[in-house]
């Protein structure tokens, strides 16, 4: 079920799209200490599929990261509310680092794609996560109309629950951790995709859905950097479509990053990296597409 996500959301190639239909993403974040995180995550991008990944960060990181690949647009961050219109999804945080600076970039940023006209889809990662934290204060939500989705760890979601619902994750079963995600996106306005053993999935309307698909025992740095590039893709993906439905986004960057994952794994075992997990995306949609139409 969960592949047949992939495939519903999988834009079709005609042979006559141009340049940026199949989604002109970016990424806001990085930082000369941090410059790997949204290298990650835009690749993931492109991986999947999208044909242009953007990122803003910060100057002195810009020369870092464009020396990883040639295939990154990367800019600086105060070039990021110039560009917005032309694209068609964001994702916040990667990397961006936790100084004072760095906080009141990113929590501008948040507030300039969440508020874009029309909507358009925006992840919240990482270090994004850490601004909401450090800069919201109570009764501040999302706007009615965005589509916005915050993808926290465990530390994460802790860290959020404590912030705006007064209350801890720790030690709290999956049911318990879903009802307070869903409490959560109720307050802010939000979806959340929650990262764990199983990913939770909830919505505004406080419906939860666990994502069990089983993925790589191994848990190194930059997983989750593909996993909300994957999700920004597949948002922007379901964004276009005249079905959109974010849940069914959120279900088929799971299932990709877990998959990919779990290969990487049985070809590189304890040593496998992110860099692994990205190298087995495009064989992996390669089998979806293949795979028969569902009856």
């Given at each position: 079920?969960?592949?047949?996500?992939?495939?519903?959301?999988?834009?079709?190639?005609?042979?006559?799209?141009?340049?940026?239909?199949?989604?002109?993403?970016?990424?806001?974040?990085?930082?000369?200490?941090?410059?790997?995180?949204?290298?990650?995550?835009?690749?993931?991008?492109?991986?999947?599929?999208?044909?242009?990944?953007?990122?803003?960060?910060?100057?002195?990181?810009?020369?870092?990261?464009?020396?990883?690949?040639?295939?990154?647009?990367?800019?600086?961050?105060?070039?990021?509310?110039?560009?917005?219109?032309?694209?068609?999804?964001?994702?916040?945080?990667?990397?961006?680092?936790?100084?004072?600076?760095?906080?009141?970039?990113?929590?501008?940023?948040?507030?300039?794609?969440?508020?874009?006209?029309?909507?358009?889809?925006?992840?919240?990662?990482?270090?994004?996560?850490?601004?909401?934290?450090?800069?919201?204060?109570?009764?501040?939500?999302?706007?009615?109309?965005?589509?916005?989705?915050?993808?926290?760890?465990?530390?994460?979601?802790?860290?959020?629950?404590?912030?705006?619902?007064?209350d801890s994750t720790k030690d709290k079963s999956l049911e318990e951790v879903g009802?307070?995600?869903?409490?959560?996106?109720?307050?802010?306005?939000?979806?959340?995709?929650?990262?764990?053993?199983?990913?939770?999935?909830?919505?505004?309307?406080?419906?939860?859905?666990?994502?069990?698909?089983?993925?790589?025992?191994?848990?190194?740095?930059?997983?989750?950097?593909?996993?909300?590039?994957?999700?920004?893709?597949?948002?922007?993906?379901?964004?276009?479509?005249?079905?959109?439905?974010?849940?069914?986004?959120?279900?088929?960057?799971?299932?990709?990053?877990?998959?990919?994952?779990?290969?990487?794994?049985?070809?590189?075992?304890?040593?496998?990296?992110?860099?692994?997990?990205?190298?087995?995306?495009?064989?992996?949609?390669?089998?979806?597409?293949?795979?028969?139409?569902?009856?």
């Amino acid at each position: 079920w969960q592949m047949q996500a992939v495939l519903d959301l999988l834009p079709p190639l005609t042979g006559s799209q141009r340049k940026g239909e199949c989604g002109r993403l970016a990424v806001f974040g990085g930082s000369e200490d941090y410059p790997g995180a949204p290298f990650y995550a835009a690749t993931s991008m492109l991986r999947l599929g999208a044909d242009l990944a953007h990122i803003f960060t910060e100057p002195a990181a810009a020369p870092i990261i464009k020396s990883y690949s040639p295939e990154l647009l990367v800019g600086k961050s105060p070039a990021f509310p110039h560009w917005l219109a032309a694209l068609d999804g964001v994702l916040i945080g990667p990397g961006a680092g936790r100084d004072g600076a760095s906080v009141d970039l990113v929590s501008a940023a948040i507030r300039v794609a969440t508020a874009a006209d029309p909507p358009k889809p925006v992840v919240i990662d990482a270090d994004g996560l850490w601004a909401l934290v450090q800069t919201w204060m109570e009764g501040d939500r999302f706007p009615e109309q965005s589509t916005v989705v915050l993808t926290p760890n465990a530390n994460e979601m802790d860290r959020l629950t404590k912030k705006f619902l007064n209350d801890s994750t720790k030690d709290k079963s999956l049911e318990e951790v879903g009802r307070m995600a869903a409490a959560l996106a109720n307050l802010l306005h939000c979806h959340l995709f929650v990262k764990g053993a199983s990913d939770l999935f909830v919505s505004p309307t406080k419906d939860v859905i666990v994502f069990p698909h089983s993925g790589s025992p191994r848990r190194p740095g930059g997983i989750g950097d593909c996993l909300a590039g994957l999700l920004a893709t597949f948002l922007v993906w379901a964004h276009k479509s005249p079905t959109f439905s974010i849940a069914r986004a959120a279900e088929a960057a799971s299932f990709v990053t877990r998959e990919a994952s779990k290969e990487a794994y049985v070809e590189h075992g304890r040593g496998m990296s992110a860099t692994d997990v990205i190298a087995k995306i495009v064989p992996l949609v390669r089998r979806i597409e293949s795979t028969p139409p569902k009856k």
